[in-house]
């Protein structure tokens, strides 16, 4: 089983992305996205839950960042818009897991996005 994340690369400020994560399985219970900027501790997004696409957010991202799915596909999309430098980071999907934004089991190998 794996998590494969797509969509990252280099964004002006204000700019938008939107990053994919696509699992090799069916997706029963949740999938989330974390980042992890250049020495700073990993930090969770928000979380989509496949079966209701009832979605949570972290207050730093809220309204700038929505958590989308096809579940046709296993995938879960992370639209980010309005975009600063301190978004710069290595975004990473996670799946299935018991921790806060659905961390704790399943991860990405990561994406890098950079904004400058």
């Known amino acids: 089983v794996q998590l494969v994340e797509s969509g990252g690369g280099s964004v002006q400020p204000g700019g938008s992305l939107r990053l994919s994560c696509t699992a090799s399985?069916?997706?029963?219970?949740?999938m989330g996205w974390f980042r992890q900027a250049p020495g700073k501790r990993r930090e969770g997004l928000g979380v989509?839950?496949?079966?209701?696409?009832?979605?949570m957010y972290a207050e730093s991202i809220k309204y700038r960042f929505i958590i989308t799915q096809d579940n046709d596909k296993n995938t879960a999309y992370l639209e980010m818009r309005d975009l600063t430098p301190e978004d710069t980071a290595v975004y990473y999907c996670?799946?299935?897991?018991?921790?806060?934004?659905?961390?704790?089991?399943?991860w990405g190998q990561g994406t890098q996005v950079t904004v400058s």
């Open positions: 996670a799946a299935e897991g018991q921790e806060a934004y659905c961390g704790g089991a399943l």
């Open positions: 399985f069916t997706v029963a219970n949740c």
């Open positions: 989509i839950f496949p079966r209701t696409g009832y979605t």
